[in-house]
């Protein structure tokens, strides 16, 4: 009776060090897997990020927080965000107005969705009023 207590209490013991051990590689199999995923470049936008921190050049940050040209800012992004034509890219394009004149800036997919946001921007601000420095985002060849 003593033998087959033992055993039990053996055999409990070992599945619970199975179990422990199994439960331990479940836990760091999610870690091997993020550290692929990280060794993936994010997209970089790096350099239009630098042509944009110029001083001569618009940004966002210079844009007048007047009543007006926050209005014609918020116009153009609706009718941009309201575009479901358009990638992420071309949603997340940068609007900047000062003065009533408008600025578009960052990368599109295509030269037709640099077209489309184009169109909007005049629609709101004036053909006259519009300044388009988009660019179209070449894929890169794998």
Known sequence: MYVLLERRIMNGHLKSLIGAVALSGALLAPIKIQARQDATPAPDNSKMNKRDRSTVEPTADQAK??????????????????DKSLSTYGHNVKIISQHGKVTLKGPVNSDDEKHVIEQHARKVAGDENVTNELTVKHERSN
Not at 66 to 78: F, K
């Open 65 to 82: 927080n007047n009543l007006s040209d926050r209005e014609v800012m918020r116009e153009i992004r609706n009718a941009v965000v309201s």
